[in-house]
């Protein structure tokens, strides 16, 4: 295809599965092809954001890392829906509890997204985008969820563009009152470049700290926690 390799993907044409798992950090991409995919083959390194295509219980499945935030993972998931022939793509990262139910380690699949950033300009639309998951995905993981024993909640998640947001402009009570359950990074724009391309997504995310509570998983309970969620993204995969 003329587009491949890509700006960001030095991959060649069919190196990714039908479906990608897309964590936020390279580390973690590795990490789940070291412990879950049989005959892994690094297929991308562009900046160090490893892509790997390998098997798991003999499927083809592949993981690569998104970066942080809407505007590199709307790269990775725009070339890979667009380019690849990518189908599904899989978001498992971590996100902030907005609501007091929530606990830490719960697993979250986020319905739809709100948002605080302009990344739905692109489409030149004068109204509200409200992108959503794929139904046949998140269906499928509260079926993989509960045969694994995994208390999964789903419901509407926020994409901020700002981790580190000024006093002031704090949306978080106003997000509460609107019963949205956590706040991440990149779910709104995987969705809308899954909407755009024809394609699935599909953002589950384990709760690593609260807005609420101010708790935070300890960096140990992280890897074991991810692992949970992991198992339901590779059971759908
Ligand atoms: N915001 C706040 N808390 C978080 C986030 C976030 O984007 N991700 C994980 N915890």
Redesign the pocket.
Known sequence: MANIPTPHINAPEGAFARTVLMPGDPLRARYIADNYLENAVLVNNVRGVQGYTGDYKGKKVSVMASGMGMPSIGIYSYELFNFYGVENIIRV????ALSPKLQLRDVVVGMSAYTDSNYGAQFGYKGTLSPCCSYPLMSAAIQAADKLGVNIVPGPICS?DS?YTQGEYNSTPILQKLSVLC???EAYALYLNAAAAGKNALALLTI??S?VTGESLPAEDRQTTFTRMMEIALEIA
């Open positions: 990262g971590t996100a902030g901020h981790f706040v991440e990074m690593s700290d807005l």
